[in-house]
C-alpha cells in the first residue's frame, strides 16, 4: 500500500505514549492465577521500557498511573495510532473499557482525526498489527466480528488497507504470537505461523520454549526483545538486526508483551 508515494514506513517512530504502573497493576487480567507478579519490579522494568523508547530517538508522553484501572499501563489496547489519525478503542474485557475514555485527551493532544468505536464494537489494539501493505486485525476473545468490521472501515477513512484474520484459538492476542521484524518477515510461534496468515511474508519460528518473545518490538533499526530469551535474540541478531534485550519476567506474568505498552508513530511535518 502506498501513503504519498510510499509503503508504510512501519518501524519509523519519533513518539510516544506510555503510562506508569499503578500499584493496582499487580491485581490486573491474568491467565495463571499462581503467578504473583510485583510492582515493584514491574516499575522497574517499565522505567527500562520507557529509556529504551527515548534511547532509540523518541520523545516520549509519560501519563500517571490509574489504580482503578489495573492494566492501564498497557495503552496500546485502548488505542490505535498512526501519522493520519487516531482511533480509541473498546476493549473485549469489561473491566478495561473505561481505558479508552481515560487516554482520550493525551491521543487528542497529538490528532487532529480521532475517530472512536462504540457499543459492541470490540477491538484491543493488541490484536491490531500493521504491516507495510496492510494492517492485519487479528479476531479473538478480545476482538469480535463486529469491532474488526468498523475498525477495517475507520481505517479505510485514513486511507488504510486492513484484513481481518482468525487469531488460533490458543492466543490471547494477535500480537502474543506474532511480530513484524521487516517489512518482508515475521517471527511467530508455530500456531500462527501454521495458519497460513502470513504465507506471504518470510517467517521466523520462535524458539520452543520461548513463544512469550514473539511480542517483541521494532522501534526504527531496533529490536526490543526480553532478556530472558537468548535463543531468539540469537536468531534475530543472526539476520542483520540490532538487538536491545529488555527485562519483561514481571510483565510476562500479567500475559503482556514488548509492543503493549506503548503507543508509537511518526507526526507528520
Known sequence: MTINGSRMRVFDFDHAIVRTPGRSVIDGIRSDARAEPSYEKIAQEHAAYVAALRDAGLAV????????????????????????????????AEARRGEGEEIANA???????????EGDEYVDGGDV??????????????????????????????GRKARI???????????????????????????????????????????EGEEPAANLLRVNDVVFVGERFPRTIEMITKE?????????????????????MSLRWRGIS
Open 61 to 92: 508522553d509519560v501519563l500517571p498511573p490509574l489504580e482503578r484501572f489495573p492494566d492501564s499501563m498497557f495503552v496500546e489496547d485502548p488505542a490505535f495510532v498512526l501519522p493520519e489519525g487516531a482511533i480509541r478503542l473498546r476493549s473485549g
Open 107 to 117: 491521543v487528542r493532544r497529538h490528532f487532529e482525526t480521532v475517530f472512536v468505536l
Open 129 to 158: 498489527l500493521i504491516a507495510p501493505d496492510e494492517i492485519f486485525i487479528g479476531l479473538s476473545k478480545r476482538t469480535n466480528r463486529k469491532g474488526a468490521e468498523a475498525l477495517h472501515a475507520k481505517l479505510a477513512q485514513l
Open 165 to 207: 484474520a482468525q487469531t488460533p484459538d490458543t492466543i490471547l492476542h494477535f500480537k502474543t504470537a506474532v511480530s513484524l521484524l521487516c517489512e518482508d518477515m515475521v517471527i511467530a510461534t508455530k500456531a500462527m505461523a501454521a495458519s497460513g496468515i502470513f504465507a506471504d511474508f518470510k517467517i521466523l519460528l520462535v524458539p
Open 240 to 260: 542483520g538486526l540490532r538487538v536491545a534485550p529488555l527485562p519483561v519476567r514481571e510483565i510476562g506474568k500479567l500475559d503482556a508483551g514488548l509492543s503493549c
